[in-house]
């Protein structure tokens, strides 16, 4: 395998000692049984309590929303930290807090499941022009 050399980076991405990225996830996830419990001081606390753990984490929010019954994270990740283990640490965190706060009649508080994609500037299109324009050297 040949050594990659990267003489420039391109504006908007994080530089490590051995990489350079650029990862991007946006997260959606709701309460059980998708209850409208997300208001007000609930609210509040959750945002609080996601920005807390993203800082912990080393993530940068990009745009947070919360609904009553929904919550959307937009966020820039970190290549040694995979989407399910970030999600993992955001709801547990944040279910553990505010269930200690607030009584929610529920089971448990988020659903087991979520939605996450991830976004980035270059088109797979342009990646693949690239790899291929690789294949001469």
């Not at 996830?25 to 997300?38: D, G």
């Not at 989407?83 to 009649?105: A, C, E, T, W």
Request: glycine share 6%.
């Amino acid at each position: 395998m040949t050594d990659v050399y990267i003489l420039t980076m391109p504006r908007g991405f994080d530089r490590e000692r051995t990489n350079v990225h650029k990862l991007q996830y946006h997260f959606i996830w709701c309460p059980k049984y998708r209850k409208s419990v997300l208001e007000g001081e609930v609210r509040d606390r959750l945002e609080a309590l996601i920005e807390e753990k993203a800082d912990e984490l080393g993530l940068e929010i990009l745009e947070l929303a919360i609904r009553p019954d929904h919550v959307h994270l937009f966020i820039t990740g970190d290549p040694t930290l995979a989407p399910n283990k970030i999600m993992q640490q955001v709801k547990g965190y944040s279910s553990r807090h505010l269930r200690d706060q607030f009584d929610f009649g529920l089971p448990s508080l988020w659903t087991r499941s979520y939605f996450v994609s991830s976004a980035g500037d270059v088109s797979s299109e342009v990646i693949e022009e690239y790899i291929d324009s690789q294949a001469g050297e």
